[in-house]
């Protein structure tokens, strides 16, 4: 089971549609990531929270809104995605103290775009 | 740029065989390489961490080498069995701790 939980495990959204999804961990990381990932291909950094701050937005467009509401969550808010937006996205947390510390992943929410 | 590139891109071997998985990269100022399986549809599993000052780490029948000179790693695998086919995934970690992920191994054992 991994420690990164995030929800909902599917979602499917028209483009005027207003969403968001979560991810939580309790292990006292406190860098945490956005990653996304299209079928077949290596996952892509979207944006790291560094002590509940952003500190890399990896030119996301602004239908993508990352928020921080405290060491344990992260979520993304998301609206008037379009179909391209359709993929796996992944929650990572790491230990942010620790150059180079490992990340760890949750399991991924299935986004889909109608 | 790093760029992370895994060779090759697909593998199928039958039960039981021992076999490699390679992994380049081309900035070797890193801090730490590590190696994720992932299952289809689903999220990474860390599999090993090598730090950028050790030479390898070993977990049960896996074996990760680290090369930082020559910006090379291999993930040895002994004894496949079906349970290990799934997408193998390198990444290095820089000091911004992001990690670029290499393009993967698509492994089949077949029974």
């Known amino acids: 089971d991994t420690e990164v939980t995030q929800t909902p495990k599917h979602l499917v959204m028209g483009m005027t549609n207003k969403k968001s999804l979560k991810c939580e961990q309790h292990?006292?990381?406190?860098?945490m990531y956005w990653y996304k990932q299209k079928a077949k291909k290596p996952p892509e950094l979207m944006f790291v929270?560094?002590?509940?701050?952003?500190?890399i937005n990896e030119s996301v467009p602004s239908r993508f809104s990352p928020e921080c509401p405290n060491s344990s969550l992260l979520n993304l808010h998301l609206h008037a995605l379009q179909p391209e937006d359709s993929a796996l996205y992944l929650c990572?947390?790491?230990?942010?103290?620790?150059?180079?510390?490992?990340?760890?992943f949750g399991n991924g929410t299935r986004l889909t775009v109608t | 740029k790093q760029e992370v590139t895994q060779i090759p891109a697909a593998l199928s071997v039958p039960e039981g065989e021992n076999l490699v998985l390679n992994c380049s990269f081309t900035?070797?100022?890193?801090?730490?390489l590590q190696w994720f399986r992932q299952d289809p549809g689903k999220g990474l599993t860390s599999l090993l961490l090598?730090?950028?000052?050790?030479r390898e780490q070993t977990s049960g029948r896996l074996n990760a080498s680290l090369d930082k000179s020559s910006g090379r790693s291999t993930l040895y695998i002994a004894a496949s069995q079906p349970g290990d086919s799934a997408t193998y995934l390198c990444?290095?970690?820089?000091?911004?701790?992001?990690?670029?992920f290499g393009t993967g191994t698509r492994l089949t054992v077949i029974p």
């Open positions: 900035d070797s100022a890193i801090y730490n």
């Open positions: 090598i730090q950028s000052s050790q």
């Open positions: 990444a290095v970690i820089t000091g911004a701790n992001n990690l670029f």
């Open positions: 929270y560094s002590y509940e701050k952003l500190s």
């Open positions: 990572a947390s790491s230990q942010a103290s620790g150059m180079g510390s490992p990340l760890h």
């Open positions: 292990m006292g990381h406190r860098a």
